[in-house]
Structures are given as C-alpha cells and as structure tokens.
C-alpha cells in the first residue's frame, strides 16, 4: 500500500471518537483545556460519535464546566459509526489523530484502527485489553509501517503511568536496571469512588476470552526476552507487601502485557537491556481481602458462561461490591480520588557486570496522580497526542502499532504529564554504600 499523507494540513489535528461516552466526554474537557499546547499555539479539534443529538449534549455540558460557551458553536460535530466503513473512513481523512474512545475494543476497535491506518491518521487508545493491543499488532504493524501511521494503544491510566514508569526510573538510575516491581495504591476521598461499568465490561470479556490470548501470542513467534542480572521471583496471589504496608495481589490489568511488550521493543530495537517487571496492587486490609476473595470467586465462576457474563453485566454494582456503577463516578467522587504507583527497582552499577554476582543498587520512584479512569486517563490520552503532534522528530522513525513505552521514550511525555499532575519522582538511591534519600 502506498504512505499515505498524516499532515496536519487536514481540517482537525484531533477528533475525539465516541465522545458522547462517560470517559469521552472527560477527554473531550481535557482537550478543550489544553488547545493552547498544540502546534504553534493552536488545535483544530472536533467531535465524533453515532449520536448528533448526544454529542452535542457532551459540548454544551463542557461549555459550562469550563466557562467556554464558545465550545457549542465553534467544534464541529462528525457523525460516524462503527458499523458503517464510509463513515469511520470519512471521519479519518479528516483527522491528523483520531482519539478512540469507544470500547470494549475487542468488539469496536479494529474497524476503527483499519480506517485509520488506510486513511493517513494516527490512532490513540485507552484500551487496557491486551487481546485486542496485541491482535492490532498482529494485524496492522506492517501496513502502519507502510503508511507511516501511528497506533498506539494503552494511553490511560492503563497503561501510561506503568509503562512510562519502568522507562523514567530506568533512566534515572545510575548503571544498567535490571528488576522492578510496582505496587499501585488508590485513595479515595470522604465520598468514596468508582468507575464506569464501560470499563468492567471490557474487563469481563477479556477475561472470558483469556485462553485465546495464549494462541495468539504463539502467532508473534517471539523468542524468550533474555533475563540480565538476577531474576526477579514473582510474589504469590496474595501477600502482605511491606513495601506498602497492605496486602496485595498482582495486578489485573493491562500494565505488565504492556511493558513487556515495550521493554521487547526497547531490546530489539536499540538493543537496551530488557528490565524484569512484577506489577502488584494493594488491596488493604483483612476485611478488604476477604471480600475481593468472595467477588473474585463469584467473578471468575460466572465469567466463564454466557448466562454467568449476562449477569454480571447486568449488576455491575452489585458483584464489584459498589466499584463498578452504570452512572459512573460522580465529580466530587473524582476530585477526592488519587493513586499512587511506587517502584521498587534493583540492577548493576557502572563497571558492575549484571551476569556475575547479585546486584548492587537498588532505587525507589514513585509516579503519582488524580483519579484514574476520567481524570488521569484523558490527562494521558491527550498528552500522547500531544506529544505526536509536536515532537514528530522525537517519534519512532517508522510508522506501526506501539506501546506508549515504545512509542513516547526518546520524547518529553513524562515532562508533559508532570505539568499535568501526573508526576513522576525518584524517592531513593541506593549505589553501593551511598544512599540519596530525595523529599516529596
Ligand atoms: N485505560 C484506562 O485506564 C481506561 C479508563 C477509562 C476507560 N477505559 C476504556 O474506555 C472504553 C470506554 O469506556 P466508557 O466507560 O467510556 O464506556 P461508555 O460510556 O459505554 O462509552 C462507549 C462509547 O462508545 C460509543 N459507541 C458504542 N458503539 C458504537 C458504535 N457502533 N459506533 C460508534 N460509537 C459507538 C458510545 O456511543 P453512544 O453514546 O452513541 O452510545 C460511547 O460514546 C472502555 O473500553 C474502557 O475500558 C480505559
């Protein structure tokens, strides 16, 4: 196929696709927050999704949350559909970078990432479904290649904290990193918090679909990453995790899929050492691990059905214990809410050779942020596109389907997301003897 043209000489730099959905309508308010960091001080942007009547809604409700009236008469509405090739095609000769927000991905997203790749714009996901970022590779790194598009999974909290983690504290340490573990942490304020059942749907289809993941990652034909300097033991199913004081469990998500793929990346492209990674998640006390035990039991009886999938579907509230709700999060939920993501990092000082003996240096970062799914999410989302827009020397030399790691490492990303409220810190390093203890 020949390249086709991704210039920012087309109508939009960004067009947010299913905006009118609970996390679209947060990344549109984030975009109309931050047009002045587009290029030259400027973004083109408009709005798509299938419902005219709702998109609208969604402008005219950021217009009053920001105070911007003009927000309803000056962002152009598309109307596009996945079922519907033409109008995902019209949609994408438009756009420089299509923003999808519409999930779960495994149902709606390839259709849309194969518009963009046919038609010359760069895809941005929030997807934390590692079937469906690992399937796009599968299917369209070679033709992103050719037409020099961009697509780029797991832009949210999943997994741009993680995965821009690993690469931030690798390149703070002094010598070569080898092992890091991450242990994630979320507070929520008097109101409590939660998330949107969008996200629990993606999560009970992935769930149930898991087996299929295996085959298709045989389809890669990928040899093992080699391990450098000692290898790190993954911890059990539950532990008492002294790092952070609680009990914790591996973390379910996307995040270790997407660092692995990464740190390949990293390794076979500019041949840097491949950095072991754990990913845990702190649960929080006895009470808390006894009723993740009792919904993670019922969880994972009824995914395994159709009639099992329908009810957890239909009661999200319910079986999630109050995590996961049709209405979402409320704004005061979110303003209380925040997480922590602290690293745990071990390797070899300059002159100290990974394969011979233990390591000798261990350092501790910590990334940290607003609430996850509709604050810290389209805070990521629309930094990557960002970032694209105004960095394209910075970017891989050659189109394809990334991971943020792969994608944003030779970028200012992390600075960015810094501005934003998405920090990232180094807490302690440890050098042979010498110990730097930092504030904060
Ligand atoms: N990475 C992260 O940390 C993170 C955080 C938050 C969310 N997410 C992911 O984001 C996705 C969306 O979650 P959500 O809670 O926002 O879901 P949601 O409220 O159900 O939104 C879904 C959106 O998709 C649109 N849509 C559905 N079918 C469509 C079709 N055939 N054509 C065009 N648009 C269509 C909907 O349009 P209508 O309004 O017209 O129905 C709506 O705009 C999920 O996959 C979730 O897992 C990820």
């Not at 999630?320 to 979402?328: C, D, H, R």
Request: proline share 5%.
């Amino acid at each position: 196929m020949a390249r086709v043209e991704t210039t920012s000489s087309r109508p939009y730099h960004l067009v947010i696709f299913g905006a009118s959905g609970f996390t679209g309508q947060f990344v549109v308010e984030e975009v109309a927050r931050t047009v002045s960091e587009g290029p030259k001080g400027d973004l083109k942007w408009a709005v798509a999704g299938r419902s005219k009547q709702k998109l609208e809604k969604v402008l005219e409700q950021a217009a009053g949350v920001l105070g911007k009236p003009e927000l309803q008469t000056e962002v152009d509405v598309i109307l596009a559909d996945v079922g519907e090739p033409d109008s995902l095609a019209a949609m994408c000769k438009k756009a420089v970078i299509v923003l999808n927000c519409v999930g779960p991905y495994r149902f709606f997203g390839e259709a849309v990432v194969r518009a963009c790749v046919e038609n010359g714009a760069h895809h941005i996901d929030i997807s934390g479904e590692p079937q469906f970022l690992e399937g796009m590779q599968l299917n369209y790194n070679s033709q992103a290649a050719e037409t020099g598009v961009f697509v780029i999974g797991s832009c949210g909290f999943d997994s741009i904290p993680a995965d821009m983690g690993v690469i931030y504290t690798r390149d703070q340490f002094r010598g070569t990193l080898t092992a890091l573990e991450s242990f994630l942490t979320i507070s929520t304020g008097p109101e409590g918090g939660g998330l949107h059942e969008g996200t629990w749907q993606s999560a009970i289809y992935g769930l149930a679909d898991r087996p299929n993941l295996k085959s298709l990652r045989r389809k890669f034909n990928w040899k093992p990453l080699p391990i450098v300097g000692s290898k790190l033991r993954h911890r059990g199913a539950l532990f008492h995790s002294n790092e952070i004081q609680q009990y914790a469990i591996p973390f379910m998500g996307s995040d270790p899929a997407v660092v692995k793929r990464t740190q390949r990346f990293l390794a076979e492209e500019h041949q840097d050492t491949p950095v072991q990674y754990g990913a845990y998640a702190g649960v929080g006390g006895i009470g808390s691990v006894i009723k993740l035990m009792f919904a993670g039991m019922m969880f994972w009886l009824l995914v395994k059905c159709a009639c099992g999938r329908n009810l957890l579907l239909k009661y999200p509230e319910f079986f999630s214990f109050g995590i996961f709700t049709k209405a979402g999060p409320t704004r005061k939920q979110m303003e209380g809410s925040s997480f922590q993501l602290s690293f745990y990092g071990e390797g070899y000082t300059d002159g100290q050779d990974p394969a011979q003996g233990k390591p000798n240096a261990k350092i501790r970062t910590r990334v940290q942020g607003p609430e996850v799914g509709y604050v810290a999410t389209p805070i990521a989302m629309v930094q990557a596109a960002l970032t694209i827009l105004n960095e394209p020397a910075a970017m891989p030399k050659k189109g394809g389907v990334y991971t943020p790691g792969a994608a944003f490492a030779k970028t200012t990303l992390i600075n960015r997301l810094n501005k934003h409220g998405i920090q990232f810190s180094v807490l302690m390093r440890v050098d042979g003897v010498l110990v730097v203890v930092f504030s904060g």
